[in-house]
């Protein structure tokens, strides 16, 4: 192979990964405010969907607490991971 194909297979990859890269949306921050909601010991998301960086739409209200459209699986399961990017202060 040429230097020429190799840098535009190379650029072609790259081009390709970039639109992978979404931008954070309801679903996602649907997904985060449980994950601190549970860090925080508690299930409801009220306080997190109050700040501006998790306010989603995804939510349901449920005797008169928010609590995030998700399964609380994907929570539980990146609680501990959270937990210690949380201590290292990541």
């Known amino acids: 192979m040429s230097g020429r194909v190799q840098i535009a297979a190379i650029a072609a990859l790259v081009v390709a990964y970039v639109f992978l890269v979404q931008p ?3 679903n996602q921050k649907a997904h985060y405010a449980p994950v601190r ?6 299930p409801h998301v009220d306080a997190q969907v109050r700040s501006p960086e998790l306010a989603s739409v995804d939510t349901t209200r449920f005797e008169g607490h928010l609590y995030a459209a998700k399964a609380p699986g994907l ?6 991971f959270f937990a210690v990017l949380n201590t290292a202060g990541v």
């Open 75 to 80: 929570a539980f399961f990146t609680l501990p």
């Open 24 to 26: 954070s949306g309801d």
């Open 37 to 42: 909601a549970l860090a925080d010991g508690v």
